[in-house]
């Protein structure tokens, strides 16, 4: 009895200082956000909020961005339901080759790939276009996507495809009406990473955009740190404003996320 007491105790304490450990930093980066000086003794009013606000590259830069993410959301998720239903609930040569090539992306850091990848893009007359980002956010969201998604088809009874059949239904009418709408937490769970990656990327925008007009909010601290001769306050008003459409969008979709997770990740 002592050792459970001392167990839920000590599990308790664990759990506390990790979150502690996690909110510390949001919680200094909106003090900072609030004082124009590291001491946090002159208050600025909000004064960092409306000129972040007001600042005429913010516009620009959140339609880039939603632009990206409106685009490359859903192909990501569409390439992936159907590469999932494919290599699920069909058998053919060469299946478990071309899965184990589709996994191998996510041993590939993105890092050593960049100059290949703008090789190509520039090649493509790309550069400075929403589509090279969308193109690359794609095919780096394709891997992990397909993993969680193609375990959780593996689950799904193939004897519901088999009565689907019976009744006279075909191959994709089976895939919208029965596959996806049983795998909605894990298709849940792919939006919000896909989401994730595209809205916070920094490295694709970063490379593939010179022009200002078409750069996108993970590049605006890179302005608000010249242009205001690093001023913190900004920086960080810029941050917590750039965090919005995550935090809203990750509440929205909060309960089908661990759901999906586990059952799109750990194979039953």
Excluded at 55 to 63: D, K, N
Excluded at 126 to 146: C, D, K, Q, R
Excluded at 151 to 168: H, K, Q, S, T, V
Aim: hydrophobic share 55%; aromatic share 14%; proline share 5%.
């Amino acid at each position: 009895m002592k050792k459970d007491v001392s167990a839920r105790v000590i599990g308790t304490l664990f759990l506390a200082g990790c979150c502690i450990i996690g909110i510390t930093p949001i919680a200094l980066g909106i003090m900072r956000s609030l004082f124009i000086d590291s001491a946090f003794t002159e208050f600025n009013y909000f004064s960092s909020y409306r000129e972040v606000v007001h600042t005429e590259q913010i516009l620009p830069a959140f339609i880039n961005s939603i632009l990206i993410v409106i685009l490359s959301v859903p192909m990501n998720v569409g390439v992936v339901v159907l590469a999932s239903y494919g290599l699920s609930k069909y058998h053919f040569k060469g299946q478990g080759f071309i899965y184990l090539m589709l996994l191998s992306a996510l041993m590939i850091p993105p890092a050593t790939v960049m100059y290949p990848c703008f090789m190509i893009i520039r090649d493509l007359g790309l550069i400075n276009s929403i589509f090279a980002v969308i193109l690359t956010e794609v095919a780096y969201g394709i891997p992990f996507n397909l993993l969680m998604a193609k375990n959780y088809f593996d689950d799904i009874p193939d004897e519901l495809m088999e009565a689907a059949r019976i009744d006279g239904a075909g191959s994709f009418r089976i895939l919208h009406s029965i596959l996806v709408p049983v795998a909605k937490p894990v298709l849940f769970v792919i939006v919000l990473w896909s989401f994730l990656g595209a809205w916070n990327d920094y490295m694709w925008p970063m490379l593939f955009f010179s022009d200002s007009s078409k750069k996108t909010v993970t590049l605006l601290p890179q302005y608000f740190m010249s242009a205001y001769s690093q001023r913190y306050d900004n920086l960080f008003a810029a941050l917590f404003i750039i965090m919005i459409p995550t935090i809203i969008i990750y509440i929205s979709l909060q309960k089908y996320f661990e759901q999906g997770v586990v059952s799109g990740a750990i194979k039953q």
